[in-house]
């Protein structure tokens, strides 16, 4: 089914894109690198429904031929009927986890690279307005406009805390990063003790902060990008600096663990669907089929979008289809075994 569908799916992608590559002269490896690429992230996404409807193909072709009704009457029970479908089904969510923790990160990175900086030139994958930002367990820092290009932003405020204590608040009128220091225009910082407040200005001044300008606007994507380990660890760096991305981070990481589970819920609806022989043959099988994974694909989408733009929990978003569709798969087991 991949072979099938991967090829329809490079074929289509390349007539709507190949306007923008043949204008803009993206060199051949990295269109080719970019299909590479391409490939390995929409398989690890459509893994199940693919699997879905090979099952429902394959099942229905054994149902049409009567084999299905011999083989539970010769006293094989549709357990042991059900058997393979799940030994193919671990073997396929083993290696689906395995991809989407440690193989698709890598494809994911070079497919959005290349879509950013060739296809959509102009689209802005980071966050560039009202940066507010825990950096370390003291700071915060706040930046109104920064310029991912320049590495430049304006009305820049760094606050240092000791407990619940202000201690001392930077403030400068624009933050430009120079590799090893920052240089701070209309630079003011204003200590805070406990008989006056001390009062530093400068028109120009070079100082060294300990963060990245790339760690406070990371790209949207960049979840995707990351293995599991680096995820986690990312996102509880993120936590803790306030990132307004937690939502499309957290989606990320639970659908890692959620993809392989569906696989085995998909599994089941389609052997319990097909392996009924039905009037009309294996084109009703495959029209439910069909309409079963795209309600599948809906629900996902959903959720998922509703966890990255609002505050609905990320965890109930991307479980939330398996729950349902697994309440259906046993409701369809239970009636395809009588």
Do not use: C
Not at 70 to 92: D, E, H, K, N, Q
Not at 279 to 285: D, E, F, K, L, S
Not at 286 to 309: C, P, S, Y
């Amino acid at each position: 089914m991949l072979l099938l569908f991967i090829p329809i799916g490079i074929t289509v992608n390349l007539a709507e894109k190949i306007g923008k590559i043949l204008e803009r002269q993206v060199p051949f490896p990295d269109v080719a690198q970019y299909y590479l690429d391409f490939t390995i992230y929409f398989a690890n996404l459509l893994f199940p429904i693919f699997l879905f409807l090979s099952v429902i193909w394959f099942t229905s072709k054994l149902a049409n031929n009567t084999e299905v009704v011999a083989f539970l009457s010769s006293g094989v029970s549709f357990w042991r009927f059900l058997r393979p479908y799940m030994i193919g089904a671990t073997i396929i969510a083993i290696f689906a986890l395995i991809m989407g923790l440690y193989l698709a990160p890598s494809a994911s990175k070079g497919f959005n690279e290349f879509k950013y900086k060739h296809l959509k030139t102009n689209a802005q994958v980071v966050q560039t307005k009202n940066i507010y930002r825990q950096v370390n367990d003291n700071d915060y820092i706040f930046v109104s406009n920064f310029n991912p290009v320049t590495k430049q932003g304006s009305n820049f405020t760094l606050e240092h805390f000791e407990g619940n204590r202000l201690v001392y608040k930077i403030t400068a009128n624009s933050i430009k990063d120079n590799d090893s220091t920052y240089r701070l225009l209309a630079y003011t910082k204003r200590t805070f003790t406990d008989n006056e407040d001390i009062v530093e200005f400068s028109r120009r001044k070079d100082i060294a902060f300990n963060f990245e300008a790339e760690d406070l606007t990371p790209e949207e994507y960049i979840a995707e990008t990351l293995q599991y380990g680096e995820l986690v660890r990312f996102i509880e760096k993120e936590k803790r600096r306030g990132s307004s991305n937690i939502g499309r981070y957290m989606v990320v990481k639970y659908k890692k663990w959620s993809l392989p589970v569906s696989v085995f819920i998909l599994t089941i609806i389609a052997v319990a669907v097909s392996s009924i022989k039905r009037r009309g043959g294996m084109g009703v099988n495959l029209a439910f089929g069909i309409t079963i994974a795209m309600i599948f694909v809906f629900f996902d989408k959903v959720f998922g979008v509703m966890a990255e733009q609002s505050s609905f929990n990320p965890l109930i978003a991307v479980w939330f289809p398996n729950i349902v569709f697994g309440i259906l798969a046993a409701y369809l087991l239970y009636n395809a075994k009588r």
